[in-house]
Antibody, heavy 121, light 108 residues
């Protein structure tokens, strides 16, 4: 059964770069059938797609975040990563990684458990 | 981007009752590419429905989805205690994929 696990610092200072990694187990990230994505959820609010990546390295970003987001993949480690630069308090959220079905765009299943990142000095 | 509006914001029902959740899109969702997720406190969202009406693996048949164009519905035929949660719709007909604001189904 495929599982995803987010990891990274829970606290990031304003103006710095948020960095998270998603480790995939129970399946290969190099599957030709799926993409991989990041979604976030500010406390008490709704869901926002951040961006997605294919194992080949092709990336797709939400236009609202595109200037600050970089997603990369490491197939040897079965991981993909998120970097969000110049963070502010508005970037405080639970960050989820997920497998994407159908293509880009697509639906998300399964999701990692999520990791809370707080932006504060 | 396509804006999704979910209604009502909160649905207060009793176990055994039928729940009808609405998701309305600001523009037509291509090929009915719409999904529904359930989220419980402190947990990640779980996929319920994709392609408007296809149930995900392991999802009970009391959950059903319908709709087309700009109007979509998630129906829970008979609420079980574990169904009281937050529900989100998501469209993937055009990029960027977007989510609705959610409907909370609470115990009356």
């Amino acid at each position: 059964q495929l599982q995803l696990q987010e990891s990274g610092p829970g606290l990031v200072k304003p103006s710095e770069t948020l960095s998270l990694t998603c480790t995939v187990s129970g399946g290969a990230i190099s599957s030709s059938s799926h993409y991989w994505g990041w979604i976030r959820q500010p406390p008490g609010k709704g869901l926002e797609w951040i961006g997605s990546i294919y194992y080949s390295g092709s990336t797709y970003y939400n236009p609202s975040l595109k200037s600050r987001v970089t997603i990369s993949v490491d197939t040897s480690k079965n991981q993909f990563s998120l970097k969000l630069s110049s963070v502010t308090a508005a970037d405080t959220a639970v960050y989820y990684c997920a497998r994407i079905w159908f293509g880009i765009p697509g639906w998300f299943d399964p999701w990692g458990q999520g990791t809370l990142v707080t932006v504060s000095s | 981007e396509i804006v999704l509006t979910q209604s009502p914001g909160t649905l207060s029902l009793s176990p055994g009752e039928r729940a009808t959740l609405s998701c309305r899109a600001g523009q037509r969702v291509s090929s009915s590419y719409l999904a529904w997720y359930q989220q419980k406190p402190g947990q990640a969202p779980r996929l319920l429905i994709y392609g408007t009406s296809s149930r995900a693996t392991g999802i009970p048949d009391r959950f059903s989805g319908s709709g087309s164009g700009t109007d979509f519905t998630l129906t829970i035929s008979r609420l079980e205690p574990e169904d009281f949660a937050l529900y989100y719709c998501q469209q993937y007909g055009s990029s960027p994929e977007t989510f609705g604001g959610g409907t909370k189904v609470e115990i009356k």
